[in-house]
């Protein structure tokens, strides 16, 4: 079965240094990849999502993240995080040939004034 | 848009009873997805339905778990004879085009099982 891994469980930045979230997928030979954002009280949100092409892709709030195909790998990253980006982050990938998205754990993020 | 719409928010009840939760989708989306995730865990994948059909379901989905979409419009999640285990938040998502393009979420359906 396909697995999603994120590694950091939590992570602590101060706002306006950059962020890096780490995400490894399970192979697969057309990975769709996910990243969504989810805020308490809310439901998840997508923040930007890798089908093929380029492999950096742009989000939402200033998101990006990159396909690493050798690594298994698609983290993410914004180059000055804001209060408000804190939240709990969760990549995705997309069980090829079903509707159903396999999560990872998530990464809860803490950002300090 | 008003986005998707769960109820109850939170629902406490006691083992082995009944539960049943509701939602309703964003109006033109055709597909709906229940999810299910418990503390330090992200969602898992429960059932799927275009329009009125269930078209998977995991093996997560017990027999005591029914999911209905009459009319393919709302969608019903019920729980029976419910277990401390069943304690988590329900998840509903719509979309318009397959899973893999965006699924939209609602704020979900936490469940205590005392």
């Known amino acids: 079965a396909q697995s999603v891994t994120q590694p950091d469980i939590h992570i602590t930045v101060s706002e306006g240094a950059s962020l890096e979230l780490r995400c490894n997928y399970s192979?697969?030979?057309?990975?769709?990849l996910f990243w969504y954002v989810q805020s308490p009280g809310q439901g998840l949100q997508l923040l930007l999502k890798?089908?093929?092409?380029?492999?950096l892709v742009q989000g939402i709030k200033g998101f990006e993240a990159e396909f690493k195909r050798s690594q298994s790998s698609f983290n993410l990253r914004k180059p000055s995080v804001h209060w408000s980006d804190a939240a709990e982050y969760f990549c995705?990938?997309?069980?090829?040939?079903?509707?159903?998205?396999?999560f990872g754990k998530g990464t809860k993020l803490t950002v300090n004034p | 848009d008003t986005g998707v719409s769960q109820n109850p928010r939170h629902k406490i009840t006691k083992r082995g009873q009944n539960v049943t939760f509701r939602c309703d989708p964003i109006?033109?989306?055709?597909?709906l997805y229940w999810y299910r995730q418990t503390l330090g865990q992200g969602p898992e994948f429960l059932t799927y339905?275009?329009?009125?059909?269930?078209?998977?379901k995991s093996r997560l989905l017990s027999d005591r778990f029914s999911a209905e979409r009459p009319k393919g419009s709302f969608s019903t999640l019920e729980i029976q004879r419910t277990e401390q285990g069943d304690s988590a938040m329900y998840l509903c998502?719509?979309?318009?085009?397959?899973?893999?393009?965006?699924?939209?979420f609602g704020s979900g359906t936490q469940l205590s099982v005392l």
């Open positions: 890798y089908f093929s092409g380029d492999t």
């Open positions: 109006s033109e989306h055709n597909r």
């Open positions: 192979y697969g030979a057309t990975p769709y």
């Open positions: 998502a719509s979309s318009l085009r397959q899973g893999n393009e965006k699924l939209f």
């Open positions: 995705a990938q997309n069980q090829g040939g079903t509707e159903k998205l396999v």
């Open positions: 339905f275009q329009n009125e059909a269930q078209l998977e």
